[in-house]
Structure formats: structure tokens, C-alpha cells
């Protein structure tokens, strides 16, 4: 059976085809299938079977009947063959088949992978035979000294591929496995994705490994394995992929993780095939890594410590020298960017250049694994300021550029501005107008209220009181958070959801929308408000107070600090403990789909009957963010602890929203930098978000040149001084301006650009580097490289035991269920019909002897 299958299979062109489950034949040609072209094919046919016969029974007399007869038949349908050719028969089916196993071969093309690790002659000797080494190797191979240079991991690839095919584990899994393998290689500059190599045809039986080897390079500048992995299912033919084999050092350093989230789950395991991972480079080498940690936002004269990570292997005992600097961006005198608390020797810090400040200076004896090290600070001038640690570079380290790292962070000397907006006095309006007015973030100026009930003489005569819901626009956009409490639709005037809904989308502001017993958050439903909630709410529901209930807290509560309490996991459960039982919450009708729940109740559930109610829930809109709270009880936190928790939750949730943009009217112009640190050839992109004095848009009729002005200071390429370059930044559209620069000298960057208002300018700083963030770290990630393995259900080898892959993998042919037009006149059973027609024919004749 299996040989008359595959001799049908050939005979219509489907060698692959192991079943046809439906089949039906129609005509492609146009004149054929449209209006009476069936009923014309039909007539000629007709007509050409009746002139064989009369041809072969009226005009030819030599022969028997039947012979002639037989003849006729021949002619007949040999022509009605070729009119049927001009008609383009098709079948239409429904094949199964089982084609060869389909396999992917990634391969790491990023800078990495010519980092060059040492080899020892052991080494040398155990990949002897397994990959072709090249011919410097090769020469070294008998030499004395146990410690040689080594060579780059695309090398060992390279040797890996070029090795004869009996000794060449992928070749051999053409050859004796009989699978399919396409290869790919990612390599690009600012992501990672798939790109087919010449070589890797889906109709080649054997793929030519030299040739391919020929293709490689290591010039990718990011490993985005997250992306690699996103990007196998978009390839063609990924349908029936049964396996991957992926060959890199793993030194995933952008895009996504492999591994997953708590939200979108793990991308290994969502590609649904077993994941062989061979691994290149050295898993341990000397080295020493320095990182930098400090808070993004620092009050002015605040006690802070600036954090040094320290990583090393290979180098324990060993003393380096540590120092941390601090430079303003903005052109600003040295001495008055603040003051370290341990005395340090300026002469030896060496800073970059005249406006970076010493912040220390350590000398480190090294532990194994990694250490901490703080630097205490006190800034004392306001701006964005670049934290800088370097650790001195050891000889012996195979990569320095790790000995580096920088962060930004923003000294600020101005307060948060809150706006709480209510009906009437609660609990918890009272507690959080105690909190900040103590916090020195807020503070007694930064706090303002509006209370709908108040008395409008109390609203005019006490500073702490707005006297309207909606002040003027320079006003209102002035506020960096609003909360919004317990209020009835009625006084939720139009104009001010449509501020609120610009102050957030637009301006990047925060809002609490707090639900309390009286109204609750259906007030809000069919307002702009709405759209803006993490949840969906519903004017019918009404408040849940039947029986008390704990909150409970999420997974992905712990991924928000204002949802973290305390010192330790331990405080934390403890702070949320004391909240006690809740007698009450408002529900809601769903969750929104792009929104985070923080805590949620224990017992009731949405109306699709199965998600949880929610109780504490966040979701970004537009460029702000918004928090929303189904109760107003958090003041309970104060039990037995005091202000202690209450004032963590408040403080750290302001921090997040306030924080997170420029303050007050700082709003009203900000640029910003699609990154902070670029590569020689990159371009800059610099987008500015600029409004007049009443926050509207800037247009190209408000400015006189129709764009802005701004000014680059860049390092010149023959090391001379500074040159500084005019720039206009175009409209892009309202309020949005937008300039895209290439930069080609690396160096340090200075970019200012000029308020058409105020005639100010605001700076922003960037790096431009020779290296890439792919000589970051020398070692194979070994663990990732593992658990991507272990995940997909596939083995882990490295250059020495890739030769196992060839056992160990052991595929089945993915059944492919597909519906095809296939052309019958171009299969190999049409032409042996018209052949056999044609030899029969001529055979006949001569055998009746006709001429």
C-alpha cells in the first residue's frame, strides 16, 4: 500500500501526500468557468471526438472495425485532452501528508560572539575533531603553555559548521535523522529578529554548512532572545515546525525575557516545541562588573545613598579602586552640586570632566560572588544630575566596559501639588491631609481641597480650600496628582472631566479615584472619567456591605512599592494584617483589559462570575497613570501602628504619580530622549511637549520660525574643544515637536533646547559609545541557557557534547492537514495520458499499416 501511495503521490505531483480527503476537479482558464464557456468545452470536445471518428471509420478503409474504431478513440481523446489543457484544469483537495520533520537552526550573530575566550590546551584538545579550528588555533595546538590565547565564540560556529558531515552533528541530522533544517541568524543593530541565510532552502535535501558558515559575522549590537523567540512563528512554513536548535552565548541583554512574566506567561513555552540549546563561550572568566543604583527623584538637601553593586569571579582578595561622580546637566558651577559625607580626595577621583563632583572614592578589597557598597550623599543644587561609577579595570579581565555604569537621577527643590477633591469631610480626607501636610514632599503648600458641601465663604477665605472645581487651565495643570473621593455626577461638571482626562492622557498626571459609601464610583459611568478607570463600572451596582471580608493581595501587588509596607516581607504582611476586616466596597462590573489588580476581594466575584472583584487596581492612560481604591477605609492601617504604614502606602503611591513627570509647571515644556545612551551611527530622537501659558498646544502660528530652537554641543572627532551646532526641532503636530539626529563621534552630548516663552533653555545629556552593551558581560549565560531547555522540553549542550543532539533528538512528522488548487495539467500523470495517447496512436497505425 505504501508503494501504490507513493506512486500516486508522484503521479499527481504531491509526493508528500499520504491521503486525499476530498477532491473535486473546476477549470482556472477564464473562458472556461465564466457564462456558456462549460457548455462550448462540452460542444468541442463533441465536435473533436465526432471528426476522429469520422477521420478514422468515413475516410481510412484498411483495418479491422475494431482496430479503427480503437484509433478513433486515440484521436478523440487525445485532442480533447489538449482542449482540455487550454482550459487549465485544477484539482481542488484536502491533503493530509507527513512531510520530513521541520527544524530551525538559530544562529547568534550579535558582537558578542567575538569576544575571545582563553583556552587552555585541554580545552583546545577536547574540541579537537568537533569543530574546524582555524589555522592560528590549529598552529598552537602543540604548544607548552597551559594558558593560550583563545578564539571568538563565531569561530568555534564557524568550525562548528565547517567540520566534514560525519563528524558535523546538524549535517548528520539531515543525513541519518532524514529531518528538515532551515538556518537563521539574528543580528541586528537595534533588536533581535530572524533573518533566512541563503543556503537554508526548504527544497534542498542536504544544506551546504560550509557555505553558510561563510555568512556568518558578529555584528548585531543587542541579544533579544525574547524577540528571537516572538519571531519563529512568524516565519513561513513555522506551521509544522517540530524543533529548534539554537546556538549563542545566551547574553540576553534586551527586548523581553524568554523566561516570561506573571502577566504574559513564559514565550518558551508559547512556541510549543522542544528548544535544544547549544552553548558558546567560557561560563566563568575573570572579570569584575560594577552597577549603579540611586533613586530616580532626590529632594534637594535630603541624605541619600548613592549604591555600588560589585560582581567579580576570579578575583577574590584582590583591592580596586571605586569612585562615584555626579554631573549636572545643565551648565552649572561645580561647586555648588552638593556635598559628600565622607571625606574624599578630589586629586584622586579624577572626575570626566570640570562640572562632575566627587561623591567618593573607596578602596574595595573584593569578596567572592557580589557586594554592596554606599556612597552617602547630600545634594545641594537642584537639576538632573548623571551618577557615575567607575571601578578601577584589572589586567587580567577579558572585558573592561563593564567596569562602568551610570545612571540619572533628578534633584528636585520643589513640591509635589495634590488636589483632593470631595463632597464632604471622611476619614480618610482627614488622614491623608495630616500625611502630607508633614511629608516635606507636599508639604503645607502642595495640599489643596475642594469640598462640594463646604461653605463657599470657607472656600474663599481658607487657603487650604479651592474655591472652584475647574480654575484656569495654567492653574489646574499646575497640580501633579488629583484625588478624587466620594462626589455625585451632579457636581462633576464636563469641564472638569475633560480637564482631568487632558491633565493625565496628555500631561502625564496621576489620579486616585477613591469609592465611597454614599455615592460610589457608578457616579462616574458615561462621564470621560470613565474611560480613564482601571475597571468598569456600572450606575446599578451599589455598595456590598453584608458581611466583612481581608483584602487579598495579588502577585503583582509586589511589583508596586506603595503596595510593599515595611522593611521585609514579614512587615509587610504585618501592615496589611492590622487593616483588619472591611466592612464594605464598592463593585464594579469588570476589570479593565489593560489594567493591574493590586488586591482584590476574597469571595465575590464580576459579572463574567469568575474574576474576582477588584479592590485596588492601577492602569497607565495615555502618558499618566490612574489608581483606583472600591473603598475609603485605608485610615485603618493606623491602628496600633500609627501613621507609621499609612503614611508608606500615601507617601510611595505620590512618589510614583508625582514624581514620575516634571513638577507644577515644568509640565508646561519637557523634552525627552528616546534613550540615554546611543552607539556611534545611531540616531538621537528628541521629542519635545511644549504648551502656551493657558496649556495649550504650541502651533506652528505661535512660534515665529514655525519650529524650536535648540543648540548641540558635541565632542569633535580630533579631540579639540566642544563644537556646538544649531538645530531647529519641527512641528510635528500640536504641542509636539520632533528632531531625529544621527551622531557619528563618540563622546559625551549635550542637547538644549530653548522655551519660545520664557527664552530658557532645558539641557539633556546622552552618551554616544564606541562599544555595545553586547562586551557588557564576558561569560555564557549558563542558567538562562539551561532553563530554556528545561522549559521547552528539549536538552542543553555546549561545542564538546553537541554531538549527543543527534540521539537525544527523536522527532515525529507533524501531521499537515491542507486545502490546495493544484494545476492537473502540469502533473506527471497528464503527460504520460497525452504520451500514451500520442504512442498508441502511431503504434496502432502502424499496425493496421495505415499511412
Sequence with gaps: MTALRQLAGWLLGLPEVTGIERARLTLAANWANQGTGTFWLWLGIGLLGAVAAVFYLRLQTRGSLAARLALAACRGLLLSLLLLTLAEPVLQLATVSRP???VYVLLDGTESMAIEDPANAEQREALAGLVELP???ANQSGSSSPELAGWSRQELVRGLLRVQRSDNALARLEDQNHYQLEAFVFDGRTTSRLRRLAEAEASRL???????ADQLTATGQVTALGNVLADIPQQSGAGRLAAVVLISDFAHNSGPAPLGSLATGSLVERLGVPLYTVGVGATEVIDLAADLQTD?????GDETSVKVRLRQTGLTGREVTVRVTARPEAFASSSAAGTADAPTDPGAIAPADERALAVGQRQVTLEAGEQLVEFPYTPQAAGRFRFEVQAEPLAEEVVSQNNVAWREANIIDDYVR???VAYEPSWEWRFVKEVFHRDKTVGMDGFRTYLASSDPRVREANPLFLPTLTPQRSEFFANDVIFLDDMPAAALTPRFCELVQEFVGQLG??????AGPRFGPGQLAGTPLADMLPVVVDRELSLRDDREFPLRRTPQAELYPFMRLGRDDRENQQAWDNLGPLPWYQPVAEVHVRAEVLAEHPRDTCRDGRTPQP??????????????????ELWRLRKRFGERYYRDFWSSLIDRLGLSHDLGRRKRFVPRLDREEYRVEDTVMLTVQAYDENYSPLAADDLQSGSLEAELHMPDAGGGPAKVQPLTVPLLREGIFELRLPVYVAGSYQLRIKDPLTGEFTQRDFEVADLSAERRSPVRELPLQEELARQSGGRSYDLTTVGRLVQDMQLEPVEERVNRNHALWTTPLWFLLLMALMLGEWLGRKWVRLT
Excluded: C, H, Q, S
Excluded at 542536504?206 to 553558510?212: G, H, K, Q
Excluded at 530616580?296 to 534637594?300: G, L, S
Excluded at 498626571?509 to 477613591?514: A, K, S
Design 418 to 420: 495634590l488636589m483632593y
Design 509 to 514: 498626571g496621576g489620579l486616585v479615584v477613591i
Design 100 to 102: 520530513r520533520p521541520l
Design 615 to 632: 479592590l485596588i487596581a492601577v492602569r497607565r492612560y495615555g502618558e499618566g497613570e490612574v489608581v483606583y481604591l472600591a473603598f475609603n
Design 135 to 137: 589555522d592560528d588555533a
Design 296 to 300: 530616580p527623584k532626590i529632594r534637594k
Design 206 to 212: 542536504a544544506t551546504d554548512w560550509p557555505r553558510l
